[in-house]
């Protein structure tokens, strides 16, 4: 055999390996057949490299994310792109509401990367964000709009925009844990005091009765109240998104019946008397004076806004401290679960006065309670395992004879 002959079979390469030379400006080309396209010509793809080295490790890497089926020519899209067909594709399976939310952090992230090809992010590229992000926005806030933004690159990843997730190495803001804001003991009684003097008393007291959420509340009609049995129905919420009411099944889509206190139940007969009275039979339970949904903006304004002001005055008045500055009306719900954990109430009745999906829920948010449930049962045990002994009476010894 020739040197020539020994060359060329010495340089020859088996199907599908590739093809590998060197340009007149030095650079180095490696060209791969991928198959052939629909139309029968061969499909190939050629990568570059200034040294031969370089080419050939770019092509067996194209070589195999073709045979693992991933996308070779990942097409020019920018996050902008990304992001609004992430969103137009969420839309039809999450609530209003959600929709907002997602739309509001798109534009956070359009404003600082929205421009930026999809094909040459890189996890750096995140962590730059993650930092400019972190100047203008609160640990809750940047924590969830990274959570949006890796959302938005799994659609892409799936959709074959990217071949990973290039925001999956940015690791998520740790928030510090928040116990939930209720209304303390030595508080509550000021606070009843004070919705006394609002037209929505009933409304106040049967949110600390049920615990049942906002939009719960301002879905309620009179056929939900049974006065017989003493019992509500719960099951559909009132939501206002840009001004407009719908309504829609509560949280977790988990209908429930609560046992209403003899206190709320007198309140409610009250104001259906009054409603009957004003020809409002047929609205919500807790209307406006025209018998329509109660608006949260002007409900708040109008309503929660001057009893928690009322309640800190009588506070001041009679020397106590005001309510904690971040109680709101969601707080109630608060006060209503604490106060019935604190009472030895078994958590899997709370969970469902609640409507939580599971009791691990209720445990989770108000784990600040544990400390105290779990010295009650340390305090049961010990009366089981060691309950007091009455003493027994021991007969006298006779006296030993001399």
């Known amino acids: 055999m020739s040197d020539i002959e020994r060359k060329t079979e010495r340089e020859r390469r088996g199907r599908g390996e590739g093809a590998v030379r060197q340009h007149k400006t030095g650079l180095w080309e490696a060209r791969i057949s991928l198959g052939y396209l629909p139309n029968g010509r061969r499909r190939t793809k050629s990568v570059y490299g200034k040294s031969k080295l370089e080419a050939l490790r ?23 792109h990304a992001l609004d067909a992430w969103i137009n594709n969420v839309k039809r399976a999450v609530e209003p509401t959600t929709l907002l939310r997602y739309e509001a952090h798109a534009a956070k992230i359009k404003d600082l990367i929205g421009n930026m090809k999809l094909r040459e992010l890189r996890s750096e590229d995140v962590l730059r ?52 804001i209720d209304i ?5 009684p000021f606070f009843l005091e004070a919705v006394k003097q609002d037209r929505h008393y009933t409304l106040y007291l049967l949110a600390l009765d049920s615990g049942a959420r906002e939009g719960e509340l301002f879905a309620l009609r009179w056929p939900d109240v049974n006065f017989e049995t003493g019992m509500l129905s719960i099951t559909k ?12 099944p509560p949280k977790s889509n988990k209908s429930r019946s609560v046992k209403l206190m003899p206190e709320t139940l007198e309140a409610l007969k009250r104001l259906k008397a009054r409603a009957e009275k004003q020809g409002l039979i ?30 800190n005055e009588l506070l ?34 709370v969970s469902e006065r609640l409507g939580h999906a599971t009791v691990a829920i209720t445990l989770q948010v108000y784990s600040h309670l544990c400390e105290t449930l779990q010295h009650d049962a340390a305090t049961a045990l010990s009366e089981a395992y060691f309950p007091a002994q009455k003493t027994v009476a021991r007969r006298p010894r006779k006296p030993r004879k001399a």
């Not at 092509?59 to 899209?77: A, S």
């Open 237 to 248: 919420s009132l939501q206002e998104v840009q001004g407009l009411h719908r309504i829609k």
């Open 184 to 188: 303390p003991s030595d508080q509550l």
């Open 282 to 311: 047929e609205a919500p339970i807790f209307c406006d004076k025209l018998g329509g949904f109660l608006r949260k903006s002007n409900w708040y304004r109008r309503s929660w806004l001057p009893v928690k002001e009322l309640t």
């Open 58 to 80: 770019k092509m067996r890497k194209v070589q195999k994310d073709h045979d693992d089926g991933k996308p070779i020519d990942l097409p020019k899209r920018t996050v902008s």
């Open 129 to 180: 964000f993650d930092d400019e992000l972190s100047e203008n926005a609160s640990p809750a806030e940047r924590r969830k709009v990274l959570i949006a933004l890796r959302m938005c690159f799994n659609y892409a990843v799936k959709e074959g925009w990217l071949h990973v997730n290039p925001a999956r190495l940015t690791k998520m803001v740790k928030l510090p844990a928040s116990p939930a």
């Open 316 to 349: 001041v008045k009679d020397g106590k401290p005001k309510l904690n500055p971040y109680t709101t009306f969601h707080s109630l719900r608060h006060t209503c679960a604490s106060t019935l954990l604190r009472k030895g109430v078994n958590p899997k009745v």
